[in-house]
């Protein structure tokens, strides 16, 4: 890799002589701006913001001067970008079905890549990418930012505590209304329920569980509005886990915003209220000899989280968790879940050896952002 800037800024001082990981953001969307770039200002430590990479002239006139990024490419300028010098790693922001070019492309220049999930909208597309980044000895990590998260890393450590005793089911639903025209609803650009909602779902399953699931049952659902012409309105699924353990998910882009987990065992039960957001605060419900306490966490920022944890990954020559592999292994899965759908019959899941799960050792807690000025975005959200 291009050896990394040298931040000689004084601070309290003293000279700061930390190497830092200059990061091109590619895509500039609702989910880019609101949380990517403003998480650059909580993520100092080592990771710079370098470059904006859009096909708006006004998004990269604006946000550059907004975020003081000296330098900024269009889509066609990507090469440019990769191969200047100027940045050691990229963020991949774009539509689903973009992912894989771009890291692909990243990955041969020798720069390494931080991709918003799903990794990719076919296992072969997840392949692709964890095989380039291998053969260039570059890092490819999947934007899990749950993984990172003070709510859910607690979560999975009282889960596993034993309190709950044996754990048996896993609940979730998490839906939203998405307005119609939004890139979600166009199977051209991956879109899909699974694919932006679901998959957090599925994720989730796996660390509460700490282990795959074999096979899947799903069903989709569609009321017939013109905005779901392309894609699954609903798909819900039952996921079935080694020892006899089932995991139910609902994942919606035509309900209220609902958004919540709950793993139950043979003693009580956890139940996690917003459970996948990253712009509201969150709620422990646990219930054990039908005692109920409640513990509260605010919101924090969760993307700084997973720039922090990737530099450092670069700079000392880590594997990073989440990885290439983690992404594959819930894109595998949601292949599965729309083969179900739409064979209407279970379908087997290929078993994988996943020995790394979150753990608490990866929490990172970094105030909230304060909501930025957008540039043409706007919420997902109806």
Not at 70 to 93: K, L
Not at 311 to 329: H, Y
């Amino acid at each position: 890799m291009r050896k990394p800037i040298v931040n000689r800024a004084k601070s309290n001082g003293r000279r700061d002589t930390s190497r830092l990981v200059r990061y091109a953001v590619v895509g500039l969307g609702y989910i880019g701006q609101i949380a990517v770039l403003p998480a650059f200002a909580n993520a100092r430590r080592n990771s710079a913001l370098a470059a904006l990479v859009s096909d708006d002239p006004l998004k990269l006139k604006r946000l550059s001067r907004q975020y003081d990024v000296p330098h900024v490419f269009s889509y066609g300028e990507y090469e440019q970008c990769i191969t200047s010098g100027v940045v050691d790693a990229v963020y991949i922001a774009l539509p689903n079905n973009m992912h894989r070019e771009y890291v692909v492309r990243a990955a041969s220049a020798g720069i390494h890549a931080l991709c918003e999930k799903p990794l990719g909208v076919t296992e072969q597309e997840c392949e692709d990418m964890i095989r380039t980044a291998d053969e260039n000895n570059v890092k490819l990590m999947t934007a899990y930012r749950l993984h990172f998260d003070e709510a859910n890393l607690k979560a999975i450590a009282f889960a596993h505590s034993g309190r709950l005793g044996d754990l048996r089911i896993f609940n979730s639903i998490f839906s939203q209304q998405i307005k119609p025209g939004n890139i979600r609803l166009k199977s051209s650009l991956g879109g899909g329920t699974f694919f932006d909602m679901g998959i957090y779902c599925v994720n989730a399953a796996r660390y509460l569980f700490k282990d795959e699931p074999t096979e899947v049952f799903a069903y989709s659902a569609n009321n017939g509005e013109r905005r779901f012409k392309e894609i699954d309105e609903m798909t819900a699924v039952v996921m079935r886990f080694p020892g006899e353990r089932l995991a139910t998910v609902t994942s919606s882009f035509g309900a209220a915003a609902v958004g919540w987990y709950e793993i139950v065992g043979t003693k009580g039960s956890l139940r996690v209220e917003n459970g996948y957001e990253y712009s509201q605060p969150r709620e422990h419900r646990i219930t054990i000899q039908e005692k109920t306490t409640r513990r509260h966490f605010p919101t924090r920022d969760q993307f700084a989280p997973e720039l922090l944890y990737f530099s450092d990954c670069i700079l000392n020559n880590r594997k990073p968790e989440p990885s290439g592999e983690e992404g594959l292994a819930d894109v595998r899965i949601i292949e599965a879940i729309y083969r179900s759908a739409e064979k209407g019959r279970p379908v087997n899941v290929e078993r994988v050896e996943k020995r790394t799960r979150p753990t608490m050792a990866l929490e990172e807690k970094r105030p909230k952002v304060k909501k930025p000025i957008l540039v043409h975005a706007s919420t997902p959200s109806a």
